[in-house]
Every structure is written in structure tokens, then in C-alpha cells.
């Protein structure tokens, strides 16, 4: 079956989604006394830079205080999603169980905050400035309702992506197999348009880390 490659793997009776999860850090270069080593730790840190303050460019210095998990979060779901276009592997982040567990509370987190430092201007969120009062409850229940679904959007959007991107993968590789012997040249092609998909597929698994952890600083944004 094609949606196999989204069941989590098991090794006597083990699931090994949390061996996937904990791969990541194994690309993360051990501590040192100095801060350059090589050229790959200097790659990272310049990339790790450029993440955190393009994050955090529109946040107040309030919202400096969750520079480190947005940052974690944006690595962890960028290296999940390139190396699990790897062959013989599998992507956590295809679950849409895992997603939402990442979403939901960073959602409420936000949410929280917002509420507690600033009650009025959140709750004042739900209800736009000069709306007839006819309107009023209509909107009000609009807007609560376009709140609550955030992170269902959050979780869905980086999950379909994802899987799409992996389904088409395997039709084409599996069009490309069975054509090798029957049309070489139609074989070729398939594999070129492949190529070009898979392409396109690491641009997507950086886009959609990018996307989440990106709506995620933008909620908070309108909560400090």
C-alpha cells in the first residue's frame, strides 16, 4: 500500500518514532571551547542567526523570550522534513497526532499570554472596530471560531503538504519502474519530471517549517 510509508516503523514490538525524532540531534556539532571549529559549525551558526532574527524582527523585546523555542522548533521540523525524503526512512512529522501536539499548546501559550498581560486588546481581537451592532454576535462567533481553528490549521497544513509531496513521489518512482522495460524513453521522461519533483519537495519541507514556526511568532505577535 502506498500510505505504509506513513506507518510508524516497529522493531520487536517497539515503534521507533522516537528514534526518528532524536536522529536530528545527532547533526548538531558538539560543544567546544571556541566558537568557529570548522566550516559546517560556521554554516550553522550563521544559519541559526539568520533564523532567530528573521523571527524575531517583528517582535517586541517581549517576545525575545521565546527566540530559543521557535528557533529549536524550526530546526527540529527542518531537519525531520529533508531527511525524510532520504530513501528508507520516515517522517514524523506526516503525523498529523504529532503536529497538532506541536501546535496546540504553543497556540494556547500565546493565547495565555496575550490574555493575561493584555485582556481588553486581545478580547478585542473578536469584534473589529465600527461593526454594526446587528452584526455583533455573528462576528463575534467568526472570529472565535477563525481563533480555535488556528492550530488545527497549524497541524494540517504542514501534514498535507507532506504527505502529498510523498504519495506523488512514489507514483511517479513506481510509474517510472514499471515503464523501464515496456517504453525506456517514457521511463526517462518520468524520471526526469521525478527529479524536478523531488526538487520542489525540499523546497516544501523547508517552506513548511519556515510557514509553522513563522504563524506561530505572527500569534504572538498579536498577543505582546
Known amino acids: ?26 547533526l548538531i556539532p558538539t560543544p567546544d571551547n571556541r566558537w568557529i571549529t570548522n566550516r559546517l559549525s560556521t554554516l550553522q551558526l550563521w544559519f541559526l542567526n539568520s533564523i532567530t532574527k528573521q523571527l524575531m524582527i517583528p517582535l517586541n523585546k517581549n517576545g525575545h523570550k521565546w527566540a530559543l523555542i521557535l528557533t529549536s522548533l524550526m ?8 531527511l525524510g525524503l532520504l530513501p528508507y526512512t520516515f517522517t514524523p512529522t506526516t503525523q498529523l497526532s504529532m503536529n497538532l501536539a506541536l501546535a496546540i499548546p ?47 490549521a497549524l497541524g494540517v497544513r504542514l501534514t498535507a503538504n507532506l504527505t502529498a509531496g510523498h504519495l506523488l513521489i512514489q507514483l511517479i518512482s513506481t510509474a517510472a519502474a514499471v515503464l523501464l522495460p515496456i517504453m525506456p524513453a517514457v521511463s526517462l521522461l518520468t524520471a526526469l519530471i521525478l527529479l524536478l519533483l523531488t526538487i520542489l ?24
Not at 75 to 82: A, D, H, P, S, V
Not at 201 to 224: C, H, K, P, R
Open 1 to 26: 500500500s502506498f500510505f505504509d510509508q506513513f506507518a510508524s516503523p516497529y522493531l520487536l514490538g517497539i515503534p521507533l518514532i522516537l528514534l526518528s525524532l532524536l536522529f536530528p540531534a545527532l
Open 106 to 152: 504553543l497556540w494556547l501559550a500565546t493565547l495565555l499570554t496575550g490574555l493575561r498581560n493584555q485582556p481588553s486588546i486581545s478580547l478585542g481581537h473578536l469584534l473589529p472596530e465600527g461593526t454594526p451592532t446587528p452584526l455583533i454576535p455573528a462576528l463575534i462567533l467568526i472570529e472565535t471560531t477563525s481563533l480555535i481553528i488556528r492550530p488545527l
Open 75 to 82: 530546526i527540529l521540523l527542518l531537519t525531520i522534513n529533508l
Open 201 to 224: 519537495e525540499v523546497a516544501v519541507a523547508m517552506i513548511q517549517a519556515y510557514v509553522f514556526v513563522l504563524l506561530l511568532s505572527l500569534y504572538l505577535q498579536e498577543n505582546i
